[in-house]
């Protein structure tokens, strides 16, 4: 009888283990930046700060604020970044700085059963 | 006996895990081009074999955005825009064919795309929510007409017969490289993968699953992260693209002022909110998106009829139009 107590315990922890496992590694991070192509920051996009990130053509204001991120301030002469505005799901770009700054992950298509989302 | 039992739990692990890696043959790397974020899916048998296909469409994106940089004083589009009025410029064979197909919807929309709407877009203040004065942008407005581009096929050159005109290919370029990036997947024995280019998209057979790709399009009045898909269909060897309001804009006075401007008068265009639009050609999706978007919800229904490609425009009020293709393939969200 304990054996098989033993059994169906260990049966349901291994399969809660296994869809616990997955949601976790599922959220992923909520606001990732690479530098140069390596994940430089992990940040919550939940919690409001501002962040200089150092690259080529000085600094970069990263902001985020209520669930969003935008660039603030960069010295690139194009200012592309700076006029993607804010971003509460998606990627913003620097070429000039070598900044990509994710919001949310391509998980979360994932979760909803998209390959991709156009628009 | 407990060893039995644990033997049975042991497999009953094996069997789970096993079952959960269900995406070994599909491989995903993102790359920032184009000044935007390109991620390609691939379906191959390892992962060097789908890595070196994807690094070699990446090369391929790279050098073809470098060609048609609008911010490159080295790309061959600024040579060009340096040179409106003055002289001819020559182009490789692909800068030359997106000119043409640029040509081609715009002739096809009777100006309601067209890639010289430069001078126009230049005068908005998106960051600053600045709005040009009446003035300034009917000064502007005969630097726009894409009948002033000249092309000699022959020699390989393009002209831009007016001094200050300026050609922005932004709104086809990244269809086209969409469509560049698919030939090189298969050129590298790719048969199933889907490209995307921020929102350009173009997918080509199935999912290891033998499912479509199925791609969600964005809600253009997105209210709550729940919102963000609006409605999603499934791709099969074909391209989608994605034309709205809310991408670039500003609100001043009550009034939204957006990027999508009618070449005609310089100034946005009301009658949608956004378009979205499915055919086999990136740069045709990528370029009719704009044209429809100005055309409106009638006009632009008859011109993707026309133009053999299916769309969905979301109106001013909010609502949803369809070609009759897209029925029984696309999915309105619930909350919507």
Same mark, same amino acid.
């Given at each position: 009888?304990?054996?098989?107590?033993?059994?169906?315990?260990?049966?349901?922890?291994?399969?809660?283990?296994?869809f616990?496992?997955?949601?976790?590694?599922?959220?992923?991070?909520?606001?990732?930046?690479?530098?140069?192509?390596?994940?430089?920051?992990?940040?919550?996009?939940?919690?409001?700060?501002?962040?200089?990130?150092?690259?080529?053509?000085g600094?970069?204001?990263?902001?985020?604020q209520?669930?969003?991120? =935008?660039?603030?301030?960069?010295?690139? =002469?194009?200012?592309?970044?700076? =006029?993607?505005?804010?971003?509460?799901?998606?990627?913003?770009?620097?070429?000039?700085?070598?900044?990509?700054?994710?919001?949310?992950?391509?998980?979360?298509?994932?979760?909803?059963?998209?390959?991709?989302?156009?628009? | 006996?407990?060893?039995?039992?644990?033997?049975?739990?042991?497999?009953?692990?094996?069997? *789970?895990?096993?079952?959960?890696?269900?995406?070994?043959?599909?491989?995903?790397?993102?790359?920032?081009? *184009?000044?935007?974020y390109?991620?390609?899916?691939?379906?191959?048998?390892?992962?060097?074999?789908?890595?070196?296909?994807?690094?070699?469409?990446?090369?391929?994106?790279?050098?073809?955005?470098?060609?048609?940089?609008?911010?490159?004083?080295?790309?061959?589009?600024?040579?060009?825009?340096?040179?409106?009025?003055?002289?001819?410029?020559?182009?490789? @064979?692909?800068?030359?064919?997106?000119?043409?197909?640029?040509?081609?919807?715009?002739?096809?929309?009777?100006?309601? $795309?067209?890639?010289?709407?430069?001078?126009?877009?230049?005068?908005?203040? $998106?960051?600053?929510?600045?709005?040009p004065?009446?003035?300034?942008?009917?000064?502007?407005?005969?630097?726009?007409?894409?009948?002033?581009?000249?092309?000699?096929?022959?020699?390989?050159?393009?002209?831009?017969k007016?001094?200050?005109?300026?050609?922005?290919?932004?709104?086809?370029?990244k269809?086209?490289?969409?469509?560049? @990036?698919?030939?090189? *997947?298969?050129?590298?024995?790719i048969?199933?993968?889907?490209?995307?280019?921020?929102g350009?998209?173009?997918?080509?057979?199935?999912?290891?699953?033998?499912?479509?790709?199925i791609?969600?399009?964005?809600?253009?009045?997105?209210?709550?992260?729940?919102d963000?898909?609006?409605?999603?269909?499934p791709?099969?060897?074909k391209?989608?693209?994605? @034309?709205?309001?809310?991408?670039?804009? $500003?609100? @001043?006075?009550?009034?939204?002022?957006?990027?999508?401007?009618?070449?005609?008068?310089?100034?946005?265009?009301?009658?949608?909110?956004s378009?979205?639009?499915?055919?086999?050609?990136?740069?045709?999706?990528?370029?009719?998106? #704009?044209?429809?978007?100005? *055309?409106?919800?009638?006009?632009?229904?008859?011109?993707?009829?026309?133009?053999?490609?299916?769309?969905?425009?979301?109106?001013?009020?909010?609502?949803?139009h369809? #070609?009759s293709?897209?029925?029984?393939?696309?999915?309105?969200?619930?909350?919507?």
């Open positions: 009888m304990a054996d098989r107590l033993l059994f169906f315990l260990l049966i349901s922890l291994a399969i809660a283990g296994i616990v496992s997955r949601d976790a590694l599922s959220k992923g991070s909520d606001v990732i930046i690479e530098v140069d192509g390596k994940p430089t920051y992990t940040l919550p996009l939940y919690t409001d700060r501002l962040l200089s990130v150092v690259g080529p053509h600094d970069t204001l990263v902001e985020i209520g669930g969003k991120v =935008r660039v603030k301030e960069a010295h690139c =002469r194009n200012q592309i970044c700076v =006029r993607e505005g804010w971003v509460s799901r998606g990627v913003i770009v620097c070429l000039p700085n070598k900044l990509v700054i994710i919001v949310g992950g391509s998980n979360k298509y994932k979760k909803q059963g998209l390959d991709a989302i156009t628009g | 006996m407990l060893k039995a039992y644990l033997f049975i739990l042991l497999f009953v692990c094996l069997l *789970l895990n096993s079952c959960s890696s269900d995406k070994l043959s599909t491989y995903q790397k993102s790359k920032a081009l *184009l000044d935007t390109v991620t390609i899916t691939v379906v191959a048998d390892s992962q060097v074999a789908a890595d070196m296909a994807i690094e070699n469409a990446f090369d391929v994106i790279e050098r073809f955005g470098d060609m048609v940089n609008f911010f490159s004083d080295r790309s061959e589009l600024s040579a060009i825009n340096r040179s409106a009025g003055v002289r001819e410029v020559g182009v490789s @064979a692909e800068t030359l064919d997106i000119i043409e197909k640029a040509i081609y919807v715009s002739d096809k929309s009777g100006g309601a $795309f067209d890639p010289t709407i430069g001078p126009e877009i230049r005068l908005w203040d $998106f960051i600053n929510k600045t709005k004065s009446d003035l300034e942008i009917r000064k502007n407005l005969p630097l726009v007409n894409y009948k002033n581009i000249i092309i000699d096929k022959g020699k390989s050159t393009v002209f831009l007016k001094k200050g005109m300026l050609l922005d290919l932004g709104g086809i370029a269809g086209y490289a969409a469509d560049l @990036a698919v030939e090189a *997947l298969k050129h590298k024995g048969t199933s993968g889907l490209v995307a280019i921020a350009d998209i173009k997918a080509f057979g199935l999912k290891p699953d033998r499912k479509p790709w791609v969600g399009i964005k809600n253009p009045r997105q209210k709550i992260v729940e963000e898909v609006i409605a999603r269909l791709l099969i060897d391209a989608i693209s994605t @034309a709205g309001d809310y991408e670039r804009y $500003f609100i @001043a006075g009550g009034q939204r002022f957006h990027h999508l401007l009618i070449p005609r008068t310089g100034y946005p265009a009301y009658a949608c909110q378009v979205s639009l499915i055919s086999d050609e990136g740069a045709m999706t990528d370029g009719f998106d #704009t044209a429809l978007f100005v *055309l409106g919800p009638e006009k632009g229904l008859a011109l993707a009829k026309e133009m053999g490609m299916d769309a969905m425009i979301i109106d001013d009020k909010g609502a949803i369809t #070609t293709g897209l029925q029984g393939k696309l999915t309105i969200e619930r909350n919507y």
